[in-house]
């Protein structure tokens, strides 16, 4: 039984048992995680911000006596379920985009994804390097690697509300920003090697470095291969099954498989799972989804909307506002945002195609959203010798810099590509 404790003047619950504490805390984060979402949406803004920012407040009302809810910080069974929350959504990212897609727009959306990498990461690279000359610079080339991400899910849902999705420029930044995030990636590998090769007193070279590479895309390139292969053959089989409701289990299956082929490659989970969403298209499981009368991504949304907001809360706890009392971390994160923006921005020149907005291009590239917090919150979990290699006034500047990404890119986007209208088709990509 959960007992009250003067802690602070709250009620303290660190001595409920396991399963009871886990309850306790997906209640508060789902119901605080709704409030802030509701919020934002009011305010026209993405509900990605409001979740972010009761988590923030969640995490630090210790300042102001109360530590009742400290708890959720150190709870591993909301870490697990917010992992898989994020698994799912770049599950269901993948799912709403295909191969044929990509290739399409494949000349212009490779340029634009390497400037959208290299130009972030190196600009990441030097404001870290400014202003926290003494950390590591595995910090540096860790902050190079968070500007490298951008939020396929965000821009996807801007461009789905302006109705532009099947625009040569909606193809480009969405093809674009998903290339980004594998290249992001493997650059985030790389960085991580290093710094696990670094504890072991060694070094990573080149020929790690190469092998880090080619083993992200030989990883890419027989999931989709034999994916492509199996993946129809498992529906077509599962179809002749007499058991009903098979049509999500199998998807999630094969989603959890892969991200955990993807961790064996030396991967993160979220690059497995983006391939079976790539793989899976619906004329697989199109007699599944005609028998059970349901989308595989109707069956998926009611998960992910509960286990998600778990993740984003849970990003905003690790926020110490009192990091913000030093002038020079504020400083860092405007000097971040700036450098975040102009990075992306520059993708536009990668544009190969004539008639396509190369301004709006670039714009679409800029927020970080869940991809950048994926980073940061990695970047929290790696120690240097004992020590975090980013530190709280590292990552309090780059939620602050995933924040104002997110916030500006809708405006942006709308500035860009104007209003709502019917989508133009006509112009080829």
């Not at 634009?112 to 400014?130: D, E, T, Y």
């Not at 998807?251 to 993807?262: A, D, I, K, R, V």
């Amino acid at each position: 039984m959960i007992q009250p404790a003067a802690l602070g003047g709250s009620i303290g619950f660190s001595d409920a048992p396991g399963v009871a504490q886990v309850l306790l805390g997906l209640a508060i984060i789902l119901i605080g995680a709704k409030a802030g979402g509701e919020l934002f949406d009011r305010l026209k803004q993405p509900t990605v911000l409001g979740e972010l920012a009761v988590g923030v407040i969640i995490g630090n009302l210790h300042l102001a006596g109360v530590t009742g809810l400290d708890f959720l910080r150190g709870e591993h069974v909301l870490d697990v379920l917010a992992e898989i929350g994020i698994i799912l959504l770049l599950f269901e990212i993948g799912l709403e985009s295909t191969i044929p897609q990509m290739l399409r727009v494949g000349g212009s959306a490779l340029l634009v994804a390497v400037i959208g990498v290299v130009v972030p990461s190196i600009l990441g690279f030097g404001a870290a390097r400014l202003f926290f000359p003494s950390d590591s610079g595995f910090a540096h080339l860790f902050v190079g690697a968070i500007l490298c991400a951008t939020s396929v899910g965000i821009t996807a849902r801007v461009l789905q509300d302006l109705r532009k999705t099947q625009t040569p420029e909606a193809k480009v930044i969405l093809s674009a920003a998903i290339i980004d995030d594998v290249l992001g990636l493997i650059v985030l590998a790389i960085v991580s090697g290093m710094i696990a090769a670094s504890n072991a007193g060694t070094t990573l070279g080149a020929g790690a470095i190469a092998w880090i590479s080619a083993k992200a895309v030989l990883f890419l390139v027989a999931s989709i291969v034999m994916g492509r292969w199996l993946a129809p053959r498992i529906f077509r089989l599962a179809t002749h099954l007499k058991s009903r409701r098979l049509l999500l289990p199998l998807s999630l299956s094969f989603c959890f498989l892969l991200s955990y082929l993807s961790v064996l490659a030396g991967l993160a989970p979220i690059v497995g799972a983006f391939t079976a969403g790539l793989i899976l298209e619906k004329v697989h499981f199109v007699e599944l989804a005609t028998r059970e009368r349901k989308q595989l991504e109707d069956l998926l949304h009611p998960i992910s909307s509960l286990l998600l907001p778990v993740f984003f809360v849970l990003m905003g706890l690790k926020v110490d506002l009192q990091a913000f009392l030093d002038p020079g971390v504020l400083a860092f994160a405007g000097v971040l945002t700036v450098c975040a923006i102009i990075g992306k921005l520059a993708c536009g020149a990668g544009v190969l195609s004539r008639g396509i907005n190369r301004v709006a291009v670039g714009c679409g590239m800029i927020p970080r959203g869940e991809v950048g917090l994926i980073f940061a919150g990695i970047g929290l979990t790696l120690t240097l010798k004992g020590h975090p290699v980013v530190g709280p006034a590292i990552y309090s500047g780059v939620v602050i810099m995933v924040m104002i990404t997110t916030l500006v890119t809708p405006v942006l986007l709308k500035w860009q590509l104007g209003s709502a209208e019917p989508e133009v088709e006509n112009r080829a990509p």
